[in-house]
């Protein structure tokens, strides 16, 4: 025979992850395509690649994306598009959140 059925207990640190899963935006689907693209809104894409318009976060993240995905062309960081210098932020606009829901 096997043991007693009981219920197995959940820890406060498991209960907090879960809530922080759940109500955290991780910038996936369409909630966080304005958010990737940047533009108007600005968001956590601020550098876009000259040749195929991909956008990256920092300097440093589009360096290594030039380097994987067009090896042959030389890396000039005079070339990289600074997409917030270019779009003006507008104080009455929100701006995209990282935090989802504050609901516990």
Do not use: F, Q
Not at 14 to 28: C, F, L, N, P, Y
Not at 51 to 65: G, L, Q, R, S
Not at 75 to 84: A, D, P, R, T, V
Request: positive net charge; charged residues 30%; contains cysteine.
């Amino acid at each position: 025979m096997t043991g007693k059925a009981k219920p197995k207990k959940h820890t406060a640190k498991e209960i907090a992850a879960k809530v922080d899963a759940a109500t955290t935006s991780r910038g996936g689907g369409k909630a966080g395509l304005v958010d990737r693209l940047g533009g108007e809104k600005g968001g956590h894409a601020k550098y876009e690649c000259p040749h195929c318009k991909t956008t990256a976060p920092d300097i440093k993240t589009m360096e290594i994306h030039h380097e994987a995905k067009h090896p042959k062309i030389p890396y000039e960081e005079s070339k990289i598009i600074n997409k917030h210098a270019t779009v003006a932020a507008d104080p009455n606009k929100p701006r995209p959140g990282v935090r989802g829901s504050l609901k516990k």
